[in-house]
C-alpha cells in the first residue's frame, strides 16, 4: 500500500531532514507588510519595492478555519517575494474566493495611490489551500489566469469541488497528501486528481502526518516544500527547481516524503 494506516488524526509530521528544507526553512529576504481589503482578503507583501513586480499566490483556509492559522506559511511566502492574498473565508471549496481576491488585486495593481499598485505581476499567479481550501485551489486552477497550484490535502469530495476539475488546469501542480489522513484520505480523493490532472504533477505524500498539520503550528514541512515550489513555479528559481524536477530531486530523496510525478521532467 503506498499510504500508512491511518493513526490519530492528529499525528505529528517527522522533522524535515536538511536535504528537504534546503534555504526554504526559514525567512526570506523581504520585510513584510500586511494589510485587508476589498472582498475579504488578507494581504501579505514584501515591505520594499526594487522595480520588479512580485508573483501573486491566492491561498484558501479549510473548512471554519482562519488565516490567521496559516500566516507563519503566508507571511514566509512573502518574504520570498510575493504578494498572498488569503481569503477571509472558511468556506473557500468554491474556489471563487480565491479567485474575488485575484480580481482584488487585479484592480489594486493598477489603481493610481494604491499602496499595492505595481506590485503583482499578474502574468504568474498560484493558487494553494488547505483541506476544503485545497479543493478551491484546484477550482480556481481553472481560470487561466492561474498559472500553478499547490493544494495541500485538498478536499475533492466535497459539494463545493466539481467533479473533473483537475482536468482543467492551467499550470502544474505540486499536490499534498498526508500519510495518516484519516479525514481526506490520498488514495480516494488525492488518487484520482494525479492520474486524471491534464497538467504536471508532482504527488508528495508526508509520512505520519494527519490533517491537521499544515493548520498547526507554523504548517511543519508544508511551509518547507511549498516555499521551494513557488520559487521553482512562479519565480523560476532553478535551485528550487532541483527539488521537484529528475529522478534525484532533493525530494524525491527525503525520506519524509513518497513522491510520484507525471509529465514533470
Known sequence: MRFAAAILLLALAPPATAQSAGDYSGLGLHKIRNSQGGPGCHVFRPADRDGAPYPVILWGNGTQAMVAQYSPMLRQWASHGFVVAGALTGSAGSGKPLLDCLDYLTAENARTGSALKGMADLTHVGASGHSQGGGGAIMAGRDQRVTATAPIQPSTRGPSYARGAETQQHGPMLLLSGGADSAVDPGLQHAPVFATANVPVVWATLKGAGHFVPSNGDSGPYRL????????????????????????????????WVVEKKNVE
Open 225 to 256: 516544500i511549498t516555499t521551494a515550489w513557488w520559487l521553482y513555479a512562479l519565480a523560476g528559481d532553478e535551485k528550487a527547481a532541483a527539488m521537484f524536477k529528475g529522478e534525484s530531486c532533493g525530494y524525491c530523496a527525503d525520506p519524509n
